[in-house]
T-cell receptor
């Protein structure tokens, strides 16, 4: 069966510090991968998605970037965090190659910026 | 552009009572529709999905949803709610691209009283 892992579960960072959140998927090949941010009362906002190694699509302009160095690894980064980057970050995967496959989510990372 | 509206931000029901959570979507073609549930501090779990065919869809944990094209709705129902169903529920619509992107509603928080 497929599993998705996100770490760390919680993170407290000072403003201006760098960020690296990692997500890995097991039990499937060439998945579509997604990063979301969830703010209270605002649902999930898609930040980035990837349909293959090195292929990153950004949905909204922001202070963050994403990379996919390996088939089942998806990394969310920032060079300098802003207060507005606080939130709950979720990684998800879906089977590739067919329209609207359901997405499967990790347990998330709670990021607090001080 | 596709969109999802969940008109109820917060709903409270008594344990054993029936439940209906509303979801309205906007999409130009036949939609792919999903319901997810999120417990506090956790990721999202897929409850059910609608792609085509029978408009009444059965999911996990005793949930079902009915697709009504004429009303652009995909409401989630459960005949008898359990205290463990207290969580946040998200409706989502998927596009027809192979990237399987989802657009989420802002969620409905369900509280269950004993």
């Amino acid at each position: 069966s497929q599993t998705i892992h996100q770490w760390p579960a919680t993170l407290v960072q000072p403003v201006g510090s760098p960020l690296s959140l990692e997500c890995t998927v097991e039990g499937t090949s060439n998945p579509n991968l997604y990063w979301y941010r969830q703010a209270a009362g605002r649902g999930l906002q898609l930040l980035f998605y990837s349909v293959g190694i090195g292929q990153i699509s950004s949905e909204v302009p922001q202070n963050l970037s994403a990379s996919r160095p390996q088939d089942r690894q998806f990394i969310l980064s920032s060079k300098k965090l802003l207060l507005s980057d606080s939130g709950f970050y979720l990684c998800a995967w879906a089977r590739a190659g067919a329209a609207s496959q359901p997405q499967h989510f990790g347990d998330g990372t709670r990021l607090s910026i001080l | 552009a596709q969109s999802v509206t969940q008109p109820d931000i917060h709903i409270t029901v008594s344990e054993g009572a029936s439940l209906e959570l509303r979801c309205n979507y906007s999409y130009g073609a036949t939609p792919y529709l999903f319901w997810y549930v999120q417990s506090p501090g956790q990721g999202l779990q897929l409850l059910l999905k609608y792609f085509s065919g029978d408009t009444l869809v059965q999911g996990i944990k005793g949930f079902e949803a009915e697709f009504k094209r004429s009303q652009s709705s995909f409401n989630l129902r459960k005949p008898s709610v359990h205290w463990s169903d207290a969580a946040e529920y998200f409706c989502a619509v998927g596009d027809t691209g192979t990237a399987s992107k989802l657009t989420f509603g802002t969620g409905t928080r369900l509280q269950v009283t004993l």
